[in-house]
């Protein structure tokens, strides 16, 4: 069974442009996460889908930040402008239900200039 | 708030020793799950091992068990005869039913030859 799938895995920009990201979960998960990982920390949730439904998305920054998970299968994250503080790993996660194991992607490492 | 704590930024020890983990929780809730994920060096976050807090019997798998005092509110990890590719990143994370994963800061763990 394929695992959870992240692209890019690597990400170089300067600041002020925008990035997405794209994940795919594993097939039948309806609960998906986005987390961030600044260096040497553990990841901090910045949204939850349950199938297309955002619900929780109260750490995301909505100025710069948005997400979507059209059809309740693969989503984009997306930062527009990036600033130098965004460099990070963005993890996607998914699990079966709100309440089960989530299993994670490899991440995209971002790097602002 | 749940919050994480994970005392030991670093341990290091000999290949075939039993290394052990810390991690201390805070929590209101009755009814919660607490794991550790392992994440090597630029590689991905796996699940090593998973609690449901109203189960009294510490989970293990293979090498890997647990010690969940849920009076203390302590879930710590037991690695016995380490090997080197358990050289990674331990993250102790809990969730509270639908919950976020709440993850700690992370014990970098180093396997020696």
């Known amino acids: 069974e394929a695992g959870v799938v992240q692209s890019p895995r690597y990400k170089i920009i300067e600041k002020k442009q925008p990035v997405a990201f794209w994940c795919n979960p594993i097939?039948?998960?309806?609960?998906l996460y986005w987390y961030l990982q600044n260096l040497g920390q553990g990841p901090e949730l910045l949204i939850r889908?349950?199938?297309?439904?955002?619900?929780?998305d109260s750490q995301l920054p909505k100025d710069r930040f948005s997400a979507e998970r059209l059809k309740g299968v693969d989503s984009t994250l997306k930062i527009q402008p990036a600033e130098l503080g965004d460099s990070a790993v963005y993890l996607c996660?998914?699990?079966?239900?709100?309440?089960?194991?989530?299993?994670f992607g490899p991440g995209t490492r971002l790097l602002v200039l | 708030a749940q919050t994480v704590t994970q005392s030991q930024p670093e341990m290091s020890v000999q290949e075939a020793e039993t290394v052990t983990l810390s991690c201390t929780y805070d929590?209101?809730?009755?009814?919660?799950?607490l794991f550790w994920y392992k994440q090597p060096p630029s590689r991905q976050m796996i699940l090593v091992i998973r609690?449901?807090?109203?189960?009294?019997q510490n989970a293990t798998e293979n090498r890997f068990s647990v010690n969940f005092q849920k009076a203390a509110k302590s879930f710590s990890l037991k690695i016995s005869d380490s090997q080197l590719g358990d050289t990674a990143m331990y993250f102790c994370?809990?969730?509270?039913?639908?919950?976020?994963?709440?993850f700690g800061q992370g014990t970098r763990l180093t396997i020696n030859p």
């Open positions: 996660a998914s699990s079966e239900g709100r309440e089960e194991t989530q299993y």
């Open positions: 097939s039948g998960h309806n609960t």
């Open positions: 889908y349950e199938n297309e439904e955002a619900v929780d």
């Open positions: 929590t209101s809730e009755s009814n919660y799950y």
């Open positions: 609690q449901e807090a109203y189960k009294q």
């Open positions: 994370a809990f969730a509270a039913g639908a919950q976020k994963l709440v």
